[in-house]
C-alpha cells in the first residue's frame, strides 16, 4: 500500500512525539511491504507565528487531500491571551470541521502492568476495558450565538448549546456499531434532567436503541457518569456522549490508564480522513527536554492503520509491542521511570 499522511508536530512535545510516531511508521511499512509518504505542515501557535493563523486554508487543504492526519498537539503560555483574534485551539476546532469528523474515540484500556501507576485502588481497576465515543462538531464550542456584548451596564459572555437531531444520531449510530465488536453495551451520558439539548439526545438514543435490541443501552447523567468512572469504571464498556461532557469525561479516564500519555485518539466522520492525535496537551514544562511519553502517539498511529488504511494486522502488531514494551518494565518519566521519548521509541520498534 502506498499512502499519504499529513504530519501537524503542532506545539510543544507535538514535535517530539511525532517523529517517533514516524519512526514506528516507518518500521511497520518496511516489515509489511508499505510506502507511507508524509507531508509536513504548521497548525496551532507555530503556525500563528509564522502564518498569522492557527489554520491556514492551504493545510486544511492538504489534510483534504491526504490519506490520514496525524497531529501532536496545540497550544501553550504564549498563546493563551483570551483577547487573541487567533488562538491555536481554533485551528483544531477548524481542522476537525473542515475534514468533517463528528466522533472521537479514545480508548482507555488498563494495562495490568501499570495499575499501580493510577492513583485509584487495584481492584477498581481489573477489566478496565473502555471505548469513550465523544461528539466533535456541535455544541457548546460550535453553537451560535456567541461572544461578548454589554447588556443593561453589565458584561455579559452568551455561549449557544447547539443540536441538531442528524447530529445525535450519527455519532449515536456510530456507538451502537463499535459496540457489535466489544461487549455489546452502550452508555449514553446526558443532563437530561436540566438541558433541553440532553432530552433531544436521549429520545435520539432511545430510538437508535430500539433499533439495535441485541445492544444494552442505559441513560447516566453526567454528574453520575463522572462519579462511575471513578467507583466502578469496569462496568462500562462503550460510552457516547456530547462534546463538552466528552472532552472533560476522556481527561478524568486518563487516570486510569496511569498517565496521560498513554491514550491514544481517532476522530471519524462520512469522509475518508481521519484525524489521529493522542489526548495529551502540548504539555510546555517539559516541551524540549525529550522526556514526554510517546506512547499515546504512537498508539495513535495503530488507530490511523486500522481506520483509515485497513490494515488491521499491522495495527495489531503496534499495540501488541507496546504491550509487550509495558509489560518488560519501560517507563518514562510520568510512568516513573527514566526512559527518554527516543528510548521508550525504541523499545517498542525492537520488538516488532
Not at 451596564?153 to 449557544?160: F, H, K, L, Q, Y
Not at 453520575?224 to 461532557?245: C, H, K, Q, W, Y
Not at 496511569?258 to 466522520?269: D, K
Request: charged share 25%.
Amino acid at each position: 500500500m502506498k499512502a499519504h499522511i499529513v504530519l501537524l508536530p503542532g506545539d510543544g512535545i507535538g514535535p517530539e512525539v511525532v517523529s517517533q510516531a514516524v519512526r514506528v511508521l516507518d518500521a511497520i511499512a518496511s516489515q509489511f511491504r508499505h510506502e507511507f509518504v508524509y507531508q509536513e505542515r504548521l497548525m496551532g501557535g507555530c503556525s500563528i507565528d509564522k502564518c498569522g493563523s492557527s489554520l491556514t486554508d492551504e493545510t486544511l487543504a492538504d489534510c483534504q487531500a491526504a490519506d490520514a492526519v496525524l497531529l501532536g498537539a496545540v497550544g501553550g503560555p504564549k498563546w493563551d491571551n483570551p483577547n487573541a483574534k487567533d488562538r491555536p485551539e481554533r485551528g483544531l476546532l477548524a481542522l476537525r470541521k473542515g475534514l468533517g469528523v463528528f466522533a472521537n474515540l479514545r480508548p482507555v484500556k488498563v494495562h495490568p502492568a501499570l495499575i499501580d501507576a493510577s492513583p485509584l485502588k487495584p481492584e477498581k481497576l481489573q477489566g478496565v476495558d473502555i471505548l469513550v465515543i465523544r461528539e466533535l462538531t456541535g455544541g457548546l464550542y460550535f453553537g451560535w450565538p456567541k461572544g461578548r456584548d454589554v447588556k443593561d451596564g453589565r458584561e455579559r459572555a452568551v455561549d449557544t448549546l447547539e443540536y441538531y437531531d442528524y447530529e445525535i444520531r450519527r455519532v449515536m449510530e456510530l456507538a451502537f456499531k463499535l459496540a457489535q465488536g466489544r461487549q455489546r453495551k452502550v452508555t449514553s451520558v446526558d443532563k437530561a434532567n436540566v438541558l433541553e439539548s440532553s432530552r433531544l439526545w436521549r429520545q435520539i438514543a432511545v430510538q437508535v436503541g430500539a433499533e439495535n435490541p441485541e445492544i444494552a443501552l442505559e441513560h447516566v447523567l453526567v454528574d453520575t457518569a463522572a462519579m462511575r468512572l471513578i467507583t466502578g469504571p469496569a462496568s462500562m464498556d462503550v460510552m457516547v456522549t456530547e462534546n463538552m461532557f466528552g472532552d472533560i469525561l476522556t481527561d478524568e479516564a486518563s487516570v486510569l490508564a496511569g498517565s496521560m500519555g498513554m491514550l491514544p485518539s481517532a476522530s471519524l466522520g462520512a469522509g475518508r480522513v481521519g484525524l489521529y492525535e493522542p489526548i495529551h496537551g502540548s504539555a510546555p514544562d517539559i516541551a524540549g527536554k525529550g522526556i514526554a511519553n510517546p506512547i499515546g502517539m504512537i498508539l495513535s498511529t495503530a488507530m490511523l492503520l486500522r481506520h483509515s488504511l485497513g490494515l488491521e494486522t499491522e495495527a495489531v502488531a503496534i499495540e501488541k509491542a507496546v504491550d509487550d514494551t509495558i509489560t518488560a518494565g519501560a517507563r518514562t518519566a510520568d510512568l516513573g521511570g527514566k526512559l527518554t521519548t527516543t528510548q521508550m521509541a525504541d523499545e517498542i520498534i525492537r520488538r516488532f
